[in-house]
């Protein structure tokens, strides 16, 4: 069998090739290159460049602001501060809360707890100060009623108006219409009207859109200033599945939806420029744009452009690529650099991807250098790139200045609300225009992203901060950034580890692979069909001399090397040797053993095409889904080798008296039988026999019966690590034969245990009833996890953890959501774009990365929910669908409505959500609700609000709670995953005390003066 993962084909030319290499390239090395290059420059117009920004920052500081200006503000309550923070959480969410009851919890975990006083600011700040600093005190004074007077129509009015007067500094207009009213153009002020925030989680989002895009068009086809006003687009609002693995479809359906817009624009006579993205999907946008520059209809239009953001690596060749396609297509480029808006946003999902570097700077003064680099390449493509440079740095402003060397086809570009004074003062020295992003939409709307830009723009680091404190002498505010490197040679900042090195030293993290990079996913399905299904040998004596078929539930049959049941000479066989043995493996150091188990987390790493196209053809794994899985597998080596070796390798001190030595220590059980499920057959059944194995024990190994050629290639290679054959013994079998006589045997000192509760019950029920002593059961097994969502929330984040939560994996996670409760408040705003988003999931075979779910397991499985689905078909609000010439156990989504959880007797183990309503009053009776079921694995939270978030940690009985993100994915070592209740027994997988359930105790007393005399005590001196 060959699996493939449907990549699309794009542009294959040299500075494709290019732009590709320079995505993960060191830091170092590519801003020395930078560095080579601007240094003539900077050498001779550098004395220049800092008393013309000097000035700029002098008269920004003389500036007076008005009394409302949010700058104003924030030089009081800062960023940095908490209520600086409070106060734009409360415009992030204020507005858009429908309820009273809500707005009021709001209000008051946002302003009770801090001290307002603002006696050195201007007038109307200081009232305001002292309005919150009363309010404050009148909560504290009068908590018993404060929910009723914080829910007063007049107090959410008068603290409405106030975040109305923030989004006003930062909206131009809630519609094109009074957009273009509020507008006041000038031969140096320009408009590039952005018509919304978010991108689309829908069909009818992005359909809406672009009607939003048209319209606004066609309102400023018709105003009177019409020659340099240009609109921005962003591609991600256009279609529902702007990512890598949707390429196919959305350069079908995106193209003609943007060839179409930009026609529009160009019969207005306005200009359009395409916006910037997160950094993996570059290479799809420049695929788009240049198959749009390809239309016959925009042939030698003058109009069009890109956001450039120089924090990318990849900003250099981009522009390069940029200038190539303006000659070829004889199409003039309009080029948007900008800094980079998802700094922060980027940092974080290169460490949880494990990729090799981070794709962007990790050093500002980097970023200005590739900034500075990227202006000075802009202007060498004089006739083909058309300069625009978007920046509130006047450090920054001079020095493109002093590069244009008096040209004048160029223009600046800042953001609606920010840094007017500083253009001002610009502009009374140069006559340059200054374009404004102006976003235009409903304040509730648009808000939220306003305010990371506000976050991005106002952080202590930025410009925009420096330049008002007043303390801060001019040549610190200027900020130079080749004063940063004239001492130092360039370097990646060391106080953000790579993502190889995240979690210091004491384990490497696993290696990821990134989804959106087409060259390394080409590289990948290389690798993975190298080593062909059909081709895998499996080295275990239970595998078989001939072949035998599986079934790919996404594809069809294959034959591939099969794996033998074992018998009961096979299992009294291994239980013998491994009772005999064992304790030869307990008596090797734990540093040994954790040396074995590193080698083994290595060779996952090499074997990793091998084992990604297994998950994928024997587990139905998407290919996403099969990479996580490797990279647990290679984590859960890796962490409990780290714990062997702080928790096993010596005793530890206890203290005491004088002349006595008193230790603890941690042993080896025995044998472990380890019994692993088939919806983790790599990642659980790892993370079982390795934590057995670190902790000094033999171990039996039981896959499923459904994923065993997983399990036995991972055995083979920890045995090729260094684990002896006598002490880690692999049986696959039904769970009925194998599974029962393992457990009974006496021989067995511990049992390990992932899947039903039903199950888990019985092995605990034949532990009990054996002869022998008594044994630990570890046991992690399902859950009724439910997700609480208040009308605080922003929408577009609930779908998208909803989505991920309850139907990644087919919903065959443990964690998965069962039941979603949304506040009645929200239920009707949320549930269609959920639905809808449901919709939009495409089923299909697992290889391909178009595929968002992949089969269940089985039939058997398949069959179980759709009879569920069949005998609660009234309760059905939507399902999903799946295409007609599928063949395998492929289920559609499905939402059904419940009354509450109460309702749902058992775990649905597929991709089935359940939604319920709740009253916002009605909190703790849901979270009663949800605790009165007795299961207790995930939870999610999503609400903006702490005291709620604080109230329900407190009060929800589970395992892990997941706020403000989706429920699944636990990373070892950093969300320890186990439940409570009937969902397990504890510790926790992953966790800091996992492998002391696998071990015994063992306290020594050694009185040192039997032997003559406290050396200790009597060579101890005087105090």
Partial sequence: MTLRFGLPEFQNDPLFERLQGTYRAPEEKIVAEFLETLNPFYTSEKDQIRVRAGKWVEAVRTHKLSSLNVQSMLQVYPLSSERGRSIMSLAEALLRIPDSYTAGLLIRDKISELNWSATEAQVPIQLAGWGLEFLRKFILEKESKLLNRLSDPFILRVFKIGMQQVANQFILGTTIEKAIKRAEPSALRRYSYDMLGEGARTWEMAHRYKGAYLHAIETLKSADHLEAQSISVKLSALHPKYFVGHAEDVLKNLVPTLIE???????????????????????????????????????????????????????LPTLDWLCEKAQSYKMPLNVRLVKGAYWDTEIKLDQVAGLSDYALFTKKSATDISYLRGAQRIFEGEGHLRPQFATHNAFTISSVIAMAKGRRDYEFQRLQGMGEPLYQAVQKDYEIPCRIYAPVGEHQDLLAYLVRRLLENGANSSFVNKIYDADLAISSALDDPFQKFEKTQPSRNHNIPLPSHMYGDSR??????????????????????????????????????????????????????????????????????AHQNWESWEMTPASKRAEILEKASQLFEKNAPRLLGLLQCEGGKTLADAISELR?????????????????????????????????????????????????PLAIFIGQVTAALASGNAVIAKPASQTPLIAAIAIELLHEAGVPQNILHFLPGKASLIGNMLVSDSRISGVVFTGSTKTAKHINAQLANRNGPLVPLIAETGGLNAMIVDSSALPEQVVDSVIISAFQSAGQRCSALRILYLQEDIYDTVMPMLIAAMKELKVGNPSRLESDLGPVIDKATCDEIEEYLTQNSKRIIARGSVPSDLQGSYIAPAIVKLSGIEELEKEVFGPVLHVAKFKARELDQVISQINEKGYGLTMGVMSRIESTISHIQKHAHVGNLYINRSMIGAVVGVQPFGGEGLSGTGPKAGGPFYLHRFAVERTFTDNITAMGGNPELLTLGEG
Wanted: aromatic share 6%; proline share 3%.
């Fill in 261 to 315: 817009i930009a026609e529009a624009a160009r019969s207005a006579r306005l200009a359009m420029t395409i916006d910037a993205e997160e950094v993996a999907r570059l290479e799809l946008s420049l695929e788009v744009m240049d198959r749009v520059m390809n239309s016959e209809s925009l042939k030698a239009w003058n109009g069009f452009g890109l956001a450039v953001q120089a924090y990318q690596k990849r900003m």
């Fill in 632 to 680: 647990e597998a290679v984590d859960f080596c890796r962490y409990y080798a780290n714990q062997a070796i702080l928790d096993f390798e010596n005793p530890t001190r206890l203290p005491g008296p004088t002349g006595e030595v008193n230790t603890i220590s941690l042993r080896g059980r025995g044998v472990f039988a380890c019994i692993s499920p088939w919806n983790f």
């Fill in 508 to 577: 490497r993290n696993s290696k990821g692979f990134d989804m959106q990079d087409i060259s390394g996913l080409r590289t990948l399905e290389s690798e993975i069909q190298k080593v062909s299904l059909e081709k895998i040998s499996v080295n275990s004596r239970h595998s078989q001399g001939e072949r035998r078929e599986i079934i790919n539930p996404g594809d069809s049959k294959h034959v591939v090397g099969g794996i033998q049941e074992c018998t009961l000479e096979d299992l009294e066989n291994a239980l013998e040797l």
